[in-house]
């Protein structure tokens, strides 16, 4: 029997992500990734676009925001004062940021408007709103061992 696609197993994958019309993010210069199929490792639509594949098999997935990183939420922006940062910490625009809200959480933003006082800061994924088009091929596949499954992750 031909193994495919399924929970719990460890996908290794070759992929090419394009975003309007642009490579973004491709394995063909480096390593595929590795991660468990059905524990949420991957953006849902993505994963559900694998599903049933074999080894050697490509497919192209086009996913909606919806099943990506979600819709862009204009309630997401935030302006601070300069001031609130260490001098150390580069404010210019593009710049990522990792800050802890009030319960610790650590968020990621990434500055889209600078003037002499102020940054806004954007609290969206940097992909919320986009489509994104990805060109796979499952380079392997394995069952998950039993260790891997409860901690989460490949070893």
Do not use: C, W
């Amino acid at each position: 029997m031909t193994e495919i696609v399924q929970d719990n197993y460890v996908i290794t994958l070759d992929y090419t992500l394009i975003v309007d019309d642009e490579v973004l993010e491709s394995t063909a210069d480096g390593e595929p990734i590795e991660f468990i199929q059905g524990i949420g490792q991957i953006i849902p639509g993505l994963e559900q676009a694998l599903y049933g594949l074999k080894v050697g098999e490509k497919k192209t997935v086009v996913i909606q925001p919806e099943d990506a990183y979600g819709d862009y939420d204009p309630e997401s922006l935030e302006v601070a004062r300069k001031e609130e940062f260490s001098e150390e910490i580069p404010l210019d625009i593009g710049t990522f940021l990792d800050l802890r809200d009030d319960e610790g959480e650590v968020l990621s933003a990434q500055i889209t408007v600078a003037d002499e006082d102020t940054v806004t800061l954007d609290f969206n994924h940097p992909l919320a709103g986009k489509v994104l088009t990805f060109e796979v091929t499952v380079s392997g596949l394995r069952p998950a061992s039993e260790e891997e499954q409860q901690h989460g992750h490949v070893h």
